[in-house]
Structures are given as C-alpha cells and as structure tokens.
C-alpha cells in the first residue's frame, strides 16, 4: 500500500472524515470501489511497482499453486472486492474460476476489467510479477486474456448459511478468502460462523487458501472510515480448526508498509489449509 504525500494531507486535513455503520450495507451504498483500488493497490510512487506486501500474498500464492495438489475443475473467491489479483497463479489450475462479492459495485468494477474497458483499473503490473513468478512462462497480456475467458461473478453474503443463495452451485475444488471476514464480522464469534458458511461451500479434501490482516481496527476510502475486526493468529487457527480444516502452512509478514492515516494493520498472514 503507497500513499502520495497529497493523500496523507488530504486525510490529515479532512473534517469530514465519517466512521461507517459495520454489515453489507455500508459496502453497497458507501463504499467507493475505485477509490479503494487506487488508494491500495496503486503502484509505489518512487519505483512504480507491486508493493511488499503484495508480493508476500502473490508468491505465497504462487508457491501453493505451483506446487500441483492445489487444482481442480472450479476455484471460488468469496468476497473479491473490487480485485481479481488473487486468481492471477490460480487460473492456470483449474478450468472455471467464480469471483464473488457482496457490493454490486465491486463486482461492476471487476466487470469493467472482464470486459478490457478503457477506465477500468489496470492490473498489469500485478500480471506481469505474477508471470515474473512463473518464470514468464506467458505475458502478462496472455495472462489476462485467460483469466478473462475463465471468469464468472456473483453476488455473495457471508453472513448466510449458503453464502451464494439463491444460486446453488456443485462444492468448490478450492476456495480463496481474502481481506473478507474481518470486514463482515463483528465479533470472533461471527468470524468463526462466517467461516464455517464459506468453508460449507467446499468440498471435503479441497483446499481453502486464505489472507487477511492481524490486529486491524479500520482503514479509510475517501473521506469514509470502515470499522473491521481485530483478530490475531489465536483466533484464526481456532476458528479454522472449528470450520474443518487442517493448516498446512501459515506464514506472516511484518514487513508492513501501511501508513497508519489510512489503515492500522501491522501484519498480513497467508495460511493453506485442507477441510478434513
């Protein structure tokens, strides 16, 4: 995450700033989808490329798909947000991959790239590391032109016992979360339930590849500050065990470049972990 000096002003000088109500809501009617993708996933203003912590998430996917257990018919993402970097090393494992979220303007954001829509946001640097991981075995134009023809969206609510309803589909090879429950729970009792309606979603052997961020409170989007829940590695380790799923590997970074003005995150963890 980068940030110009102008928005660190522009944050620090605001006196609008408004703490938005937590639940779905808030991500269909206030949140500001490319705002978010500008503020968190710009390039870095001095090197103009993928930032540390993006690198963390990509190679960590990259090693889990590479490695070939992780693969299968169909991959689904619940709560993509407005991205599609998650499924940049997965699209060359499986042959259908669903990108799923609750707020319709994520999806319509995502949607704009699907369709290779000159104002939609530009992944290419994303791409091309995800290919530099690869050893360049494709482009990143080749890259994204796969990922396109593999894509399908839908809306989800993690808060249901079918986060997909009313649409039933066949369960999952592979599920990927990331930055989702933390956003969606209120308390570590929800993040677990949450957890468990996802996990409900996936078939027994395959393979849930999750990130998200420790000890957060909030981040800003434009003059919006979104709550989320602070959760540290105790608590995703047990709610992983109580949703039927063993962890294969759970890695940490703390190199973490986030500027407090925008979010309060320290650290970002990636695990793999299997549904007994």
């Known amino acids: 995450m980068h940030f110009s000096l102008l928005q660190?002003?522009?944050?620090?000088?605001?006196?609008?700033?408004?703490?938005?109500?937590?639940?779905?809501?808030?991500?269909?009617?206030?949140?500001?989808?490319?705002?978010?993708?500008?503020?968190?996933?710009?390039?870095?203003?001095?090197?103009?490329?993928?930032?540390?912590?993006?690198?963390?998430?990509?190679?960590?996917?990259?090693?889990?798909?590479?490695?070939?257990?992780?693969?299968?018919?169909?991959?689904?993402?619940?709560?993509?947000?407005?991205?599609?970097?998650?499924?940049?090393?997965?699209?060359?494992?499986?042959?259908?991959?669903?990108?799923?979220?609750?707020?319709?303007?994520?999806?319509?954001?995502?949607?704009?790239?699907?369709?290779?829509e000159n104002t939609a946001f530009d992944w290419t640097s994303y791409l091309e590391y995800a290919c530099e991981l690869d050893e360049n075995k494709s482009t990143a134009h080749e890259k994204a032109e796969k990922i396109r023809k593999m894509v399908s969206l839908l809306r989800c609510d993690v808060t249901q016992a079918n986060p997909l309803c009313p649409v039933e589909l066949p369960q999952m090879d592979t599920l990927i979360i990331a930055s989702c429950l933390i956003c969606a729970a209120t308390n570590k009792d929800d993040f677990t339930a949450y957890l468990k309606n996802i996990v409900s979603l996936l078939k027994p052997g395959g393979y849930l590849v999750m990130s998200e961020y420790l000890t957060a409170s909030q981040y800003v989007v434009g003059d919006k500050i979104f709550p989320v829940l602070s959760v540290d590695e105790a608590t995703v380790k047990r709610a992983m065990a109580d949703s039927g799923c063993e962890i294969e590997e759970f890695s940490v970074f703390t190199d973490f470049n986030s500027q407090e003005d925008f979010f309060d995150s320290e650290d970002i963890f990636c695990l793999r972990a299997r549904k007994l």
């Not at 978010?36 to 990509?58: A, C, I, R």
């Not at 609750?102 to 290779?116: F, H, T």
């Open 8 to 116: 660190k002003y522009q944050i620090k000088m605001s006196e609008s700033l408004e703490i938005v109500s937590r639940g779905g809501s808030s991500y269909e009617n206030l949140f500001d989808s490319r705002k978010y993708l500008d503020t968190f996933y710009g390039l870095d203003p001095e090197t103009q490329q993928v930032d540390k912590e993006s690198k963390f998430v990509l190679s960590f996917l990259h090693r889990s798909f590479i490695s070939g257990r992780i693969q299968g018919e169909n991959l689904l993402e619940i709560g993509a947000g407005p991205s599609i970097w998650h499924v940049l090393s997965a699209c060359e494992n499986f042959q259908k991959i669903y990108l799923t979220d609750y707020s319709k303007n994520n999806l319509k954001e995502i949607k704009a790239w699907l369709d290779a």
